[in-house]
């Protein structure tokens, strides 16, 4: 391995834990959890296991819905998702456990928790992306399901998102008869990830533009 794609593959592993820590922190301040959470804690008030053991089952799903949509097709170095998948929601469950003993009562400390888990979580997963190595299974599949639509990805993404949602809406009626996990800070996170994401991005273009022309002044003085 290179010592290129070994830092690759450590930012990877960077932005699943700021991914698990972020989640973790959205669902702490108990004003509803992210959407690609909203299953698995739902679940997780079911049966007697954590969100994060509820996650990794959840992804390995995801991965078994892409291998049987793409069948042969499907890219074998992809089956690494499953790693990353168990990698996040071992994450997701240590992120739980560090701010176990962090308790917010007023709500508009409960926000600021949620913008700040928002943030964290946004760059969790932008150091994915910039990492370019295996995709999360939660992307993998929307990828996937874009690709077989012939659709645009960010919108898939919001038709997915609003999918587990749902289904984790409506898995809580069914189990409690009232709705559990869904409220507000769903609603914020969904849209305001990806806000964090493309500020995120922005800025990171501005400071790469202006060293740029930086650096280039210095090579002409020094030629």
């Known amino acids: 391995m290179t010592t290129q794609l070994l830092k690759r593959y450590l930012i990877l592993i960077a932005g699943l834990f700021l991914m698990g820590l972020g989640t973790a922190l959205v669902t702490k301040v108990n004003i509803g959890t992210s959407p690609i959470a909203s299953v698995p804690y739902v679940l997780s008030l079911i049966f007697p296991v954590s969100m994060g053991v509820m996650t990794i089952l959840i992804c390995c799903l995801f991965v078994v819905i892409q291998v049987l949509l793409l069948g042969k097709h499907f890219p074998k170095i992809q089956y690494l998702q499953l790693l990353v998948g168990v990698l996040f929601g071992i994450f997701l469950d240590l992120g739980a456990w560090i701010i176990d003993s962090v308790h917010i009562e007023q709500y508009f400390i409960k926000i600021l928790g949620l913008l700040a888990g928002c943030l964290i979580l946004a760059v969790g997963i932008y150091l994915q992306i910039v990492a370019n190595t295996i995709l999360n299974p939660g992307e993998g599949i ?48 969904a849209f305001l990830v990806g806000y964090f994401i493309k500020l995120l991005r922005r800025i990171v273009f501005r400071v790469r533009s202006r060293k740029e022309p930086q650096t280039a002044t210095a090579t002409t003085h020094s030629s």
């Open 142 to 189: 929307v990828k996937v399901i874009a690709e077989k639509l012939g659709g645009d990805f960010g919108n898939i993404k919001i038709m997915f998102d609003w999918t587990l949602v749902s289904i984790g809406v409506a898995i809580s009626l069914i189990a409690f008869h009232s709705i559990e996990g869904v409220r507000e800070g769903t609603i914020i996170s």
